[in-house]
Structure formats: C-alpha cells, structure tokens
C-alpha cells in the first residue's frame, strides 16, 4: 500500500473509532507530564520480553539490537503523546508490523506488550492528574483509541507482510514439487531407456527382432518421458484440460505395454461393453493411469493380480484398480494424496498427488479403499462422452 492509500486507511480506522480533534488536543496535552515516566514503561516492556522466550529468542543481535529496540520505543511512545498524526507518522507505524515479520515476532507479543504499555500510561496518568475526575475518563478513552489505532495499523502492516511471504513460500514448495515431479516421472522411462541402450551395446549377436524390439522400446519410452515432461512442467498451473473424447481401451492398454508389469502379476481389463468414450486429455490422464498401476505393482512386491474395470455410471465413466497388495494402513489412508507423502522407502510420494491434481482439473474424481493386508482399490471418475456428443 503507498502512502496515500495508508493515510486513507488510517483516516478511515479513526472514523470508526470516533476519533476527532478534541482527542487529539487531550492526548497531545499529556506529552510533557508523562515524559519522565516513559523511561520506567520501556524498562518494564523490556523486562516482561526477557521473561517469555518466544519473545525474547526473536532478538538475535545482542546488546546493540536490544539498544536500538527501546530507543525505537522510546520514540514511539513520544510520536504517540505528541502527534501529529499526519501522513509520516502514519507511514512510521505501518513499518513496526513489517519489521515484526521480518524479526519473526509473533504479533500476539505486540497485543500484550501495548496491554502493558497501556497500563503503565494509564497508571502515569493516574499519578500526574490535576483535573477532574471526568476528564480524565475522556483522557483515558482519547489513549485507548489512539493506542487501538496504532496496534491496528501493526496489524495491518503485520498481516499483508505475512502474506505476502507465504505467497512467495508457496511459489518457492511448487516450484520444487514440480522438480521433484519430473524427476520422478523420468526415472522409470530412462531406466528402460538405459537397459535397452545397454543390450544394443553390448548383446553379442543379436537377432534383428531383438534389435527392433529394443529400438522400439527406446522410441516408446522416449514419447513417454517427454510427454511426462510436457504435462509436468505445468504442474503448479496444470494446463486446463481440453475435454476430447478419447478410447479408454487404448490408453489402458497403451499404458498396461509401456509399464511392462512382471510376468507374476496376472492384469484383467475388464471395460464393460458399449463403454463410452471418456472425455479429457489423454496425455495427462495417461500419467494418472501409470502411477495407478506402478502403485499397484509396488504393493504387490511383484507378484498378485491387477484387475481394472470400467463401468458407466450416470455420465460418467469410473475406471478402478484393485490390486492383491499390502494394502495401506488406515491412518495413512487420508494423507497418502498429498504432495511429497509416501509410505514406500524409496519414492518422492508426487505420483499419487500429481494424479489427484490432474483428476481434479479434470473435474473428476480419484478415491481410494484399502484393507490392510488384503489390497486396495483406487477408483477414477471421468465425465463420459454423452450420445449427441458422439453424433
Ligand atoms: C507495543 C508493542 C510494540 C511496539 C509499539 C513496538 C515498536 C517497535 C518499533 C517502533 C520498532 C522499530 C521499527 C523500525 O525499524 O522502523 C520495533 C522494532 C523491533 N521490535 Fe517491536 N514493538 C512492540 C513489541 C515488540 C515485542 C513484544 C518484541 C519482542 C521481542 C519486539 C521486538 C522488536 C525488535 C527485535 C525490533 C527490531 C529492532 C532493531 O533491530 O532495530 N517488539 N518495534
């Protein structure tokens, strides 16, 4: 907020409070009797922080810091009595909050802490008045809504600070989940990539059918990591999917030949008859279906029986993945969706988070069911290709 828009800010904060010119002049008057006392406020505001170490740990520079810290006070105590409470003293305010958040105070201490300083003012004024008893009421309620105003520009100040570097934390964790995401939906193709290159190199007389399959297999892999990288690299903003219908057949199968389960892992596709096509992007949805049958495998250590099923329901369509695994215990079941949360040794735990990010763009839904010790089931809901829209 620049200057003009703080000092609006401030104007209209003191509407609220009813604060006018009458407040400003019995304030203002109390400057110079009160004077003598603020030393004492700053020794006890100093004090009550020493007292409580999630205040005190946030002084980290030592002496000089703590110096600087009660000539501050010192100052802002005097701007307080003495006014005016113009555009530079608005902007001087607003600053306390953000150098809170840079210090990393938690901005409870600064309520508590002018609690205090409002009692010892209040206790100061008791001491030094000369007036009437009414007066001094009015006196008193012109300090309360100052000092409210003040701790209200803080907490502005604190919380748009706050936010805005959460905001930056935010950007920063997507930024290496989607690191972390490429890394691990390249692993498992330049692997393959890597195997075949080394049986070309090395295999002595090779059949040319050999030859070919393992080319092939190079050229699969190679479309499968980069279309991993074009769905990836979009990650923190995935790309609203364009919803083309396409064959579920096809891309299962596509998927089931380029994971190459174990020969021990017995896999039933199962697609009722006459299912519709379903409507999204097959590239992205493709990676969902590959971390979906990855999971399965790694459950099963390799050997059991994967059955997909596809079924309509209403106007969708819901593919499910049961595997015969491990299953997953209960009380991680409601956490293993998200980012960096895996219950495999090895592993980022993006697959499944990723999955459930492309499905929700997709508008559709990924659920999970598990036994543990008997296997899980994760279902997929996909909008389908209605009748006109197939005409
Ligand atoms: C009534 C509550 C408080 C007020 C009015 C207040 C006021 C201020 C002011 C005016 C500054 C200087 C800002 C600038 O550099 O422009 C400041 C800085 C600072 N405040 Fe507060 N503060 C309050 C509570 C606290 C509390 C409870 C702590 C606890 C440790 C604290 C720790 C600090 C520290 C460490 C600095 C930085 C000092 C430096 O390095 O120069 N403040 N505060």
């Given at each position: 907020m620049d200057a003009d828009g703080l000092l609006a800010r401030y104007r209209e904060l003191q509407s609220y409070v009813g604060w006018d010119a009458d407040d400003a002049r019995r304030v203002q008057a109390l400057a110079s009797p009160l004077d003598s006392f603020l030393p004492g406020l700053i020794d006890d505001f100093y004090r009550e922080i020493q007292r409580h170490p999630a205040a005190s740990n946030?002084?980290?520079?030592?002496d000089r810091q703590i110096d600087r810290l009660k000539q501050s006070l010192i100052q802002w105590l005097r701007e307080l009595l003495a006014g005016p409470y113009d555009q530079a003293y608005v902007v001087r305010r607003w600053r306390v909050g953000m150098r809170h958040v840079e210090i990393g105070l938690d901005q409870v201490y600064t309520n508590v802490a002018l609690s205090r300083l409002r009692n010892g003012l209040i206790g100061a004024l008791g001491r030094t008045w000369q007036g009437d008893q009414l007066s001094l009421i009015e006196t008193i309620q012109s300090l309360d809504k100052l000092l409210d105003l003040d701790l209200a520009k803080i907490e502005d100040a604190y919380q748009a600070e706050h936010l805005e570097r959460r905001r930056r934390d935010e950007r920063l964790a997507a930024i290496g989940q989607i690191a972390g995401g490429v890394a691990h939906e390249l692993r498992n193709p330049l692997n393959v990539i890597k195997t075949s290159a080394y049986y070309l190199l090395n295999?002595?007389?090779?059949?040319p059918e050999k030859v070919g399959e393992h080319l092939r297999r190079i050229e699969q892999h190679v479309t499968v990591a980069d279309d991993a990288i074009t769905a990836l690299s979009n990650f923190?903003?995935?790309?609203?999917?364009?919803l083309i219908p396409f064959s579920l057949h096809d891309c299962l199968r596509q998927v089931l030949e380029t994971e190459h389960l174990p020969a021990a892992i017995d896999v039933e596709l199962d697609l009722a008859p006459g299912l519709p096509a379903a409507l999204g992007d097959a590239n992205q949805l493709r990676i969902v279906f590959g971390n979906l049958i990855r999971n399965a495998r790694d459950a099963m250590s390799g050997q059991g029986r994967l059955t997909i099923r596809g079924q309509q329901l209403d106007d969708d369509v819901e593919i499910e993945f049961t595997d015969t695994g491990t299953g997953i215990p209960a009380d991680k079941l409601l956490r293993?969706?998200?980012?960096?949360?895996?219950?495999?040794?090895?592993?980022?735990?993006?697959g499944l988070a990723l999955a459930k990010a492309i499905v929700d763009k997709h508008e559709g839904t990924l659920r999970v069911q598990s036994e543990w010790g008997r296997g899980s089931t994760f279902r997929v809901r996909l909008k389908a290709q209605t009748n006109e829209q197939s005409s």
């Open positions: 946030v002084i980290t520079g030592g295999a002595r007389n090779a059949s923190a903003k995935l790309p609203h999917p364009q293993i969706m998200e980012p960096l949360y895996s219950t495999k040794a090895r592993g980022l735990g993006l």
